[in-house]
T-cell receptor, first 111, second 115 residues
Framework: AQSVTQLGSHVSVSEGALVLLRCNYS??????LFWYVQYPNQGLQLLLK??????LVKGINGFEAEFKKSETSFHLTKPSAHMSDAAEYFC?????????FGAGTRLTVKP | DAGITQSPRHKVTETGTPVTLRCHQT?????MYWYRQDPGHGLRLIHY???????DKGEVSDGYSVSRSKTEDFLLTLESATSSQTSVYFC??????????????FGPGTRLTVT
């Protein structure tokens, strides 16, 4: 079965600073990887996904993630944080089994 | 936004009572899912459906049952609610039926409190 580990349950950055949210995965088959964002009292929204092909994936709201097979990682980045980026972010993997989600990382953006 | 609604949005119930949560979609997608979200656990799959009357168990199915009599509706039932089932429940549908790399679209959630 596949799984993901998100490093850091809370990340705090200043407005305008780089955002880096870490995700490592485990999968016995080539993985499909996703990042979702959840704003308070809402469901999850897809930010971006990796299936095959280009390892650098661009998503909505200026986010991107890079698939690194050698490091089994799929870290999420954004060059400059905005106050509206404050939310909880979930990494997920699918492949041989159901989609599995990480525990989530709460991003706080300080003015 | 994917057309997914959940009802009720909030519910408080007592231990031992039956509870049914409803998920309704207007996208005509084949696959539907029920998850629960708990702090420190992310989302965990309870049950899913791959068609009318076709359902299967997920990671945390004990204490839950589901039914799907129409493409658009997927019901989650707690036969006898317990305090450990206090959670936020999300319904999801898959965008690409049984295709690699499918993403899921989520409803707004139901907050259930069992006292």
């Amino acid at each position: 079965a596949q799984s993901v580990t998100q490093l850091g349950s809370h990340v705090s950055v200043s407005e305008g600073a780089l955002v880096l949210l870490r995700c490592n995965y485990s999968s016995s088959v080539p993985p499909y990887l996703f990042w979702y964002v959840q704003y308070p009292n809402q469901g999850l929204q897809l930010l971006l996904k990796y299936t095959t092909g280009a390892t650098l994936v661009k998503g909505i709201n200026g986010f991107e993630a890079e698939f690194k097979k050698s490091e089994t990682s799929f870290h999420l980045t954004k060059p400059s944080a905005h106050m509206s980026d404050a939310a909880e972010y979930f990494c997920a993997v699918s492949g041989a089994d159901d989609m599995r989600f990480g525990a989530g990382t709460r991003l706080t953006v300080k003015p | 936004d994917a057309g997914i609604t959940q009802s009720p949005r909030h519910k408080v119930t007592e231990t031992g009572t039956p509870v049914t949560l409803r998920c309704h979609q207007t996208e005509n997608h084949r696959y539907m899912y029920w998850y629960r979200q708990d702090p420190g656990h992310g989302l965990r799959l309870i049950h899913y459906s791959y068609g009318v009357k076709d359902t299967d168990k997920g990671e945390v199915s004990d204490g839950y049952s589901v039914s799907r009599s129409k493409t658009e509706d997927f019901l989650l039932t707690l036969e006898s609610a317990t305090s450990s089932q206090t959670s936020v429940y999300f319904c999801a549908i898959s965008a690409e039926e049984n295709a690699p790399g499918y993403e899921q679209y989520f409803g707004p959630g139901t907050r259930l409190t069992v006292t």
